[in-house]
Every structure is written in structure tokens, then in C-alpha cells.
């Protein structure tokens, strides 16, 4: 089986998380999406990170009733900050069964060679690079890398958080499940983005 690994810190995950992954699963090779939690990406920092297991469980919520989309929190138990290469290669070790393809935003990928072992990750693995607005991949790619027509969908997380911190709406950003969750736990309400 084809697997997507769509890396994020997915916090928290949106409806355009969600499209973006249901349009790769449904309309590329790739049969089955996985939504991997990051604990900790190494290029960024988070004053404003909810708990991963927090992130993990809204992220199960979100996909719980799509069949080609799943939550993994495989990074969990891996060494921090958490390498996508490392990732790759476990996850082909313990699923030889499957093929992973990697799936990234064309912002990220203008960011590729500051990746741990990019030129590994380009050689052993496919990649979809799906559009963000204002970062075109202009350059030519090797037949690995591929630019898919996936829906443009401008919703960030960081919006949604002020939305939850200065009391407005976020219906519709986010699937009505997660609205609920975060709501219930109250989740970036406060100054502590970190309840355990």
C-alpha cells in the first residue's frame, strides 16, 4: 500500500489539513494518508505548542470517521527534536509491507536542504509537494519530487489560536469534534499553552 506521512505539528489540526489530505488520498497513488504528530520540529519554535498528546487526540478526532486518513504518533517514542529521515526509516522498517511517500507544503520545501539527510530522503522516497500561496517551486525537481494540483486553503493554526484567545468563532476552521474538544478542555485559552 501506498502511505502519505503528512509531518506536522498540526496545532491545532484544521479543515485545511484535512482537505489537503483527503485530496491526496482520493486523487494520487497514495492510498492512505497518515497525519504524523510532531513533538518538536527542529526549525521551529513553539512558545504556543499545546501537549502532543493533547495535539495526537484532536488530531484522532479530526480523522476518526475517514477510512484513507489516520493519526500516528510514532515520533512520540523516537529521539528529540524528531528528524523526518529517522521517521522514514523506521516506519519502512517496521511496515515493509508499505511504500511511504512523503507529503510537504511548498513553503517547506523551499526550506528542503536545511533538512537532516535531504539528499537520503530525495533518493529512497517519493514526494508530493503540495501548493501554499506565495512560495512557487519554480526549480527543477528529480523524477522523485512531483508538485500536485491540490486545493489552495489558507487557514492557519496561529489564526485560529487568536481567534480562541480573543473569544471569537472557529467554527468551520476546524471540524465540529475539535471545536468541541477544545472547547471542553479549553485548550490556548491561556497564557499556559501547555496543560498536561
Known sequence: MNIGLYFGSFNPIHIGHLIVGSHIANN???????FIVSPQNPLKE??????????????KLAVEDEKKLKASNVEFSMPKPSYTIDTLVYLSEKYKQHHFILIIGSDS???FEKWKNYKQII????????????????????????????PLIEISSTQIRKNIKEKK???YLVTEKVMEEIELRGY?????ENPS
Open 169 to 171: 468563532s472557529i467554527r
Open 28 to 34: 494520487t497513488e497514495v492510498d492512505e494518508v497518515w
Open 123 to 150: 533518493f529512497n522516497y517519493n514526494i508530493l509537494i503540495y501548493p501554499r500561496a506565495n512560495f512557487p517551486v519554480n526549480k527543477e525537481l528529480p523524477e522523485t519530487i512531483k508538485v500536485i494540483n491540490a
Open 109 to 111: 520545501f523551499l526550506n
Open 188 to 192: 490556548y485559552k491561556s497564557k499556559l
Open 46 to 59: 513553539y512558545p504556543s505548542l499545546l501537549n502532543e498528546q493533547h495535539r495526537y487526540s484532536l488530531v
